[in-house]
C-alpha cells in the first residue's frame, strides 16, 4: 500500500475525558487479538486508522469518538 492509499483508510479521533482511557487496537483474520494498547489522559487526543492489520478498535473509559459517522462518547454517564 502506498503513502496516497494509506490516507484514505477510514480513521477515529478519539479524545480522553478523564485520565487512563484505554484505547485498544485489534488484528484482523481468523482469530482477533489485542496488536497494540495506548492509554490517554484527560484532554489527550489519539488519532487512529483502520489498517489492513486493525479491524477494530476497542476503547475502555470515558472519551468523546469521532468518526465520518458521527460523535458519540463511551465509558459511564453521569447520574
Known sequence: MDSADFCKQEYIVVKALEDGVNIIGMTRGRDTKFHHTEKLDNGEVMIA??????????????????????????????D
Open 49 to 78: 486508522q483502520f489498517t489492513e492489520n486493525t479491524s477494530a478498535i476497542k476503547i475502555r473509559g470515558r472519551a468523546q469518538i469521532l468518526t465520518a459517522y458521527g460523535t458519540l462518547i463511551s465509558g459511564k454517564t453521569e
